[in-house]
Nanobody
């Protein structure tokens, strides 16, 4: 099992930036696809971004494309989400998730709150 801990959330003004980190422990994430998801109050959890195990392919939700960047550092067993141009609608709890390539996301962090004020 992979244990995931997110950090880096906080309160930021619209147009600002934050970098979220997801530190993994228990086993290396080298063979895992990694993803970021978010859940706003009263809404279902939604996909934000993902990066495959080989660090070749990244995917983004339409709403964040061009503003957010997902990256990984396998040596540090950490995944990042750089968020620029933040908007109030980006306010949510952000979750990191891991999955063996080709399978479902079965490992989740506890989440970190991101609040964007207008």
């Amino acid at each position: 099992q992979v244990q995931l801990v997110e950090s880096g959330g906080g309160l930021v003004q619209a147009g600002g930036s934050l970098r979220l980190s997801c530190a993994a422990s228990g086993r290396t994430i080298r063979n895992y696809d990694m993803g970021w998801f978010r859940q706003a109050p009263g809404k279902e959890r939604e996909f934000v971004a993902s990066i495959n195990w080989s660090d070749v392919n990244t995917y983004y939700a339409t709403s964040v494309k061009g503003r957010f960047t997902i990256s990984r550092d396998n040596a540090k067993n950490t995944v990042y989400l750089q968020m620029n141009g933040l908007k109030p609608e980006d306010t949510a709890v952000y979750y990191c998730a891991a999955r063996p390539s080709g399978r479902g996301y079965g490992n989740w962090g506890q989440g970190t709150q991101v609040t964007v004020s207008s």
